[in-house]
């Protein structure tokens, strides 16, 4: 199976502040990786697919990269609104695995 | 307008068995695979389950493999997830996904499983 190991699990921001979060795969699974972004009570919206393409109607301050094993999502300008919990995902092989999750607070 | 609508979660004893639903529309629903994701309360999203478009194809996670079957009626557009021998472990909201050419762009808002005695 692969390995989604995510990172930092919670981390505090400043409104405006650019915010980075990273997920890296076990082993290689080319660009498919979604983003997904939920907050307490909701179903999980999706934000970026094959690992850097912004889903539609997905606000633009997000953006998703690569290199290599590693995946990494960026909040640009982080709003009141982005206060949520964040997964990254595999979609390459199954089981398709989730990372661990990300809690987004404002600081 | 894609949409995806669970139902059939519910409070079941240990050992028991629940049939979860899955009403799609908005898209050709036997093209497309779907898949099933739990949440246990308080923790992270967990893959449990998929079916190719056509039901021929279907893959399971290992803490569901041999008590969980996932089938489809393309006629009826609903998607299944039978589910026997539950344990308490098995108590999560679960939810189908569709897998279109963006990923899993959209998800149900999923029904709530309780087992407990």
């Known amino acids: 199976d692969i390995q989604m190991t995510q990172s930092p699990p919670s981390l505090s921001a400043s409104v405006g502040d650019r915010v980075t979060i990273t997920c890296r795969a076990s082993q290689a699974i080319s660009n498919w990786l979604g983003w997904y972004q939920q907050k307490p009570g909701k179903a999980p919206k999706s934000l970026i697919y094959?690992?850097?393409s912004l889903q539609s109607g997905a606000p633009s301050r997000f953006s998703g990269s690569k290199s290599g094993t590693e995946f990494t999502l960026t909040i640009n300008s982080l709003q009141p609104e982005d206060i949520a919990t964040y997964y990254c995902?595999?979609?390459?092989?199954?089981?398709?695995?989730f990372g661990q999750g990300t809690k987004v607070e404002i600081k | 307008e894609v949409q995806l609508v669970e139902s059939g979660g519910g409070l079941v004893q240990p050992g028991g068995s629940l049939r979860l639903s899955c009403a799609a529309s908005?898209?050709?629903?036997?093209?497309?695979?779907i898949n099933w994701v739990r949440q246990a309360p308080g923790k992270g999203l967990e893959w449990v389950s998929a079916i190719s478009g056509s039901g021929s194809t279907t893959d399971y996670a290992d803490s569901v493999k041999g008590r969980f079957t996932i089938s489809r009626d393309n006629s009826k557009e609903t998607l299944y997830l039978q589910m026997s021998s539950l344990r308490v472990e098995d108590t999560a909201v679960y939810s189908c996904l569709v897998r279109v050419p963006s990923g899993f762009a959209y998800w149900g808002q999923g029904t709530l499983v309780t087992v407990s005695s």
């Open positions: 995902q595999q979609y390459k092989s199954y089981p398709y695995t």
């Open positions: 908005g898209f050709i629903f036997s093209n497309s695979a």
């Open positions: 094959s690992a850097s």
